[in-house]
């Protein structure tokens, strides 16, 4: 079995981003809008505030409290739009239960949200054109590639469809010509298609949900799953017992989590890069 290693791909991912920016006098700026005192929300919004300054973006946070009306967090975000010196911006999901997260995606410009998340952005890529991609399907088609994990032909299994990780991440696979079932809580055969899947992608939040006995030898798994236990992170995948039959996983932490991270960076870059044309 050989490890995904998303951390050492993000690092060398974030090298090649930070020799690019540094030839440009001006610097690519992000607006990362955090709302509210979820810890994983303030640990994942740091970490990429940390990704920010280690290449030469300039970072801008802005800390809402939780009780922040949604008119107000829309005042900023239209603000935002209009700052010529942010050129990505990035809200902080979930959002406080009063706030309306549509209403939220869709208020930030499209040419600046490098979530990927506005629907002219996801339209774009159901439709194979250029755009955001969402940043954690960004970045695990990035991790499979580099690993030349070949797409082409396979039999996929994206195991949950939320709009973030699994509905996106099925439409990138199948535009890169694999053999895509999406499977959620209402499947009804998921150990058949588990069983013969080539790639399995786990995004359900549910600890150690998937074993050695529900897949087949030599299947390639990448977990996406990222739940705390204790102040300890926990895939969807149950390593230990699937490490003998996989050929390759992405570990939790160190696999998926990084890449993700990469691509918002990557996506901030391209935003700057096409200021422009605001
Ligand atoms: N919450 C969970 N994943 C993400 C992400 O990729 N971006 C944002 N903004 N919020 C998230």
């Given at each position: 079995m050989k490890i995904l290693n998303?951390?050492?791909l993000a690092r060398k991912m974030r090298k090649e981003l930070k020799e690019k920016i540094s030839k440009s006098p001006e610097k690519p700026g992000l607006a990362v809008v955090l709302v509210g005192e979820d810890p994983s929300s303030k640990l994942y919004v740091n970490m990429k505030e940390r990704d920010c300054k280690k290449i030469g973006i300039?970072?801008?946070k802005i800390k809402l409290e939780e009780n922040t009306t949604q008119e107000r967090l829309l005042d900023i975000i239209r603000q935002l739009n209009e700052d010529d010196t942010i050129h990505g911006i990035l809200v902080q999901l979930p959002l406080p239960s009063h706030i309306d997260e549509s209403v939220v995606i869709d208020t930030i410009s499209s040419k600046k949200d490098v979530d990927g998340f506005h629907p002219m952005n996801l339209g774009k890529m159901l439709q194979g054109r250029d755009c955001f991609l969402p940043a954690t399907p960004a970045g695990i088609i990035d991790l499979l590639k580099e690993n030349n994990i070949m797409i082409e032909g396979k039999e996929v299994a994206v195991v949950g469809r939320s709009n973030i990780v699994g509905k996106p991440?099925?439409?990138l696979l199948t535009a890169e010509n694999g053999t895509v079932t999406v499977c959620h809580s209402r499947t009804k055969n998921i150990e058949t298609?588990?069983?013969?899947s080539d790639i399995i992608i786990m995004a359900i939040g549910r600890p150690n949900f998937l074993k050695g006995n529900m897949i087949k030898e030599n299947v390639v798994i990448v977990d996406v799953g990222t739940t705390y236990i204790d102040d300890k992170l926990y895939g969807d995948v149950d390593f230990e017992s699937v490490k003998?039959?996989?050929?390759?996983i992405s570990p939790v932490p160190g696999g998926v989590g990084p890449m993700t991270r990469a691509a918002l960076l990557k996506n901030t870059y391209k935003a700057f890069l096409k200021r422009e044309n605001r």
């Open positions: 998303g951390k050492e300039t970072s801008k991440v099925a439409s298609i588990l069983k013969r003998e039959k996989a050929s390759w």
